[in-house]
């Protein structure tokens, strides 16, 4: 079963308006999330390393201030697309690893989550 | 900076015909993993490989990591079509002095019936 859930699947909302996207791992503790965006048949574009407890580290070009991340406890990280416009519509998702040392351990990822802004 | 690069983007093959996507890094990998993303679905963990030279086999998927551990391939032989989907390799590439799991472009394969 999923080890990484994350919610919602699809959300539909009006340019001006923040969506919250959660991620949460399951049966395990994550230190650490990874969120990235995908373009339709492209590849995972890094934007922010989530970390508990502390601040999310953001890729460059990635606006912290318009993509607020939350890691509150060690099975939860939010993303939080404030401010929403059109061209933020994409598929989002979220993946963690089991163990603390993420370089050597599989990314479990979340089932993505489709964001349309009209 | 450091890269991971991924080689074809695409792939049409006719069912039964095999298929290969190579994957190469700028730099030394510690380890490299290979996902698959079927169309509308997430990125799935197949396997890691950690060893120099190392070769692992999956029913008909061949996974190998370079004696320099900086490429990696993945064969599929006589695909069917629940093989189509998009193939990633990933490495851990330093970035900011941590690890950040770094993903190849992805090879998009297209099985013909």
């Known amino acids: 079963g999923a080890v990484v859930s994350q919610h919602p699947s699809w959300v539909i909302c009006k340019s001006g308006t923040s969506v919250k996207i959660e991620c949460r791992s399951l049966d395990f503790q994550a230190t650490t999330m990874f969120w990235y965006r995908q373009f339709p048949k492209q590849s995972l574009m890094l934007m922010a390393t989530?970390?508990?407890?502390?601040?999310?580290?953001?890729e460059q070009g990635v606006e912290k201030d318009k993509f607020l991340i939350n890691h509150a406890s060690l099975t939860l990280s939010t993303l939080t697309v404030t401010s929403a416009h059109p061209e933020d519509s994409s598929f989002y998702i979220c993946?963690?690893?089991?163990?603390?040392?993420?370089?050597?351990?599989?990314?479990?990822f979340g089932n993505g989550t489709r964001l349309t802004v009209t | 900076g450091q890269q991971v690069m991924q080689i074809p983007q695409y792939q049409h093959v006719q069912e039964g015909e095999d298929f290969t996507t190579y994957c190469n890094s700028s730099?030394?990998?510690?380890?490299i993993q290979w996902y698959k993303q079927r169309p509308g679905g997430h990125p799935v963990f197949l396997i890691q490989?950690?060893?120099?030279?190392e070769v692992k086999k999956q029913k008909r998927l061949t996974f190998q990591f370079g004696e320099a551990k900086k490429n990696s391939s993945l064969h599929i032989t006589a695909t069917q079509t629940t093989d189509v989907g998009t193939y990633f390799c990933?490495?851990?590439?330093?970035?900011?002095?941590?690890?950040?799991?770094?993903f190849g472009r992805g090879t998009s394969l297209i099985v013909h019936p």
């Open positions: 730099t030394t990998l510690s380890n």
């Open positions: 989530s970390n508990e407890g502390s601040k999310a580290t953001y």
């Open positions: 990933a490495g851990p590439v330093v970035t900011g002095g941590s690890y950040i799991p770094t």
């Open positions: 490989l950690v060893k120099s030279g």
């Open positions: 993946s963690a690893a089991r163990t603390a040392s993420s370089y050597n351990s599989p990314l479990h």
